[in-house]
């Protein structure tokens, strides 16, 4: 089988502000854009990928922090505790050439449902905690970048435009 890779959704694209839509049942074309989506975060070299960011707006995320290797395929992701917090330096595939510190909470426990549709808990910490709350972030619309000023945002757009005509 063929698994394809998506094209990735770059801000400012309005599918990225969009509040991201349940799935009601995790259905073979939900598992076959599970797999779609891990491929395609493995091609950008990225750590998480959310639906939205391949212009999909339903709360389904991947994620392989790489080390230790471990590929999360989850829908519907709910964080149901956090704990403590960590500072880590966040980047976004759908964000290119931008970085941001950002607080976090540095243990997390994450509920959804896994490829089967069964219920599943997953208890993260560090950069695997970071990376879940960056992509459910993504499931509400949030963006690491809505974290500076508007004038900021406006300077980044113009650097990005400019960089893609050169
Ligand atoms: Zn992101």
């Known amino acids: ?21 349940p ?16 491929e395609t975060m493995y091609s950008a070299q ?9 212009g999909i707006s339903k709360r389904i995320i991947v994620i392989d922090i790489r080390e230790p290797a471990r590929l999360i ?24 050439e931008f ?7 540095a243990k997390v426990k994450v509920r959804g ?18 990376a879940f709350q960056h992509e459910i972030d993504h499931l509400d619309g949030k963006l690491l970048i809505d974290n500076i000023s508007s004038l900021k945002r406006e300077l980044y757009v113009k650097k990005i435009k400019k960089a893609a005509i050169l």
């Open 1 to 21: 089988m063929i698994v394809l890779v998506m094209q990735i959704v770059k801000y400012p694209s309005p599918v990225l502000k969009q509040k991201a839509l």
């Open 23 to 38: 799935v009601e049942k995790v259905t073979p074309e939900i598992v076959s854009l599970l797999d779609e989506m891990a």
């Open 46 to 54: 990225g750590v998480g990928l959310a639906a939205p960011q391949v």
């Open 73 to 96: 395929q989850i829908v519907n992701p709910e964080i149901i505790s956090a704990e403590g917090e960590i500072e880590w330096e966040e980047g976004c595939l759908s964000i290119p």
């Open 99 to 105: 970085t941001l510190k950002m607080k976090r909470k």
């Open 113 to 130: 449902l896994n490829k089967d549709n069964k219920l599943i808990e997953i208890e993260a910490e560090g950069l695997l905690a970071v």
